[in-house]
């Protein structure tokens, strides 16, 4: 799908409320005397004499840096047990030395299966998925 125009219900550019209208007179009147009350204490506390939140037009001066920042870091050295690690033996194959399994059968989907006699081998050829 490519871009898709939605309809005005959708908007975030701070669409304006109309008048507001109330239950009735009684709500009316009780929201008049909490506005009255709100702007009574606003101007008790003289809020409008503060700063705005819009950052100030005025220009920062220069940053003046005396030395360049240099990551201090501490150095760890490795462990040197004594034993050369630059080599490594290699381990031995894993070899079955035994006489009960006479081999290995593949059933459905790649399962590998140990075959310990005739008759078993038979019924893994023979089965189906």
């Not at 031995?92 to 006699?117: C, E, R």
Request: aromatic share 6%; proline share 4%.
């Amino acid at each position: 799908m490519s871009m898709h125009l939605e309809g005005p219900w959708l908007t975030t550019s701070g669409k304006k409320k109309g008048k507001q209208k109330f239950r009735s007179a009684e709500e009316a009147r009780k929201a008049r005397e909490l506005d009255e009350s709100w702007q009574a204490l606003k101007h008790k506390w003289d809020s409008s004499a503060k700063k705005s939140t819009k950052p100030s037009k005025h220009k920062a001066g220069t940053l003046v840096v005396n030395k360049p920042y240099v990551r201090q870091t501490k150095h760890y050295p490795s462990l040197n047990n004594g034993i050369d690690s630059d080599s490594a033996t290699l381990s031995n194959k894993q070899v079955y030395t035994g006489d009960k399994i006479i081999g290995i059968g593949t059933m459905h989907k790649s399962n590998a299966v140990p075959i310990f006699n005739n008759d078993e081998a038979k019924e893994i050829s023979s089965m189906r998925r």
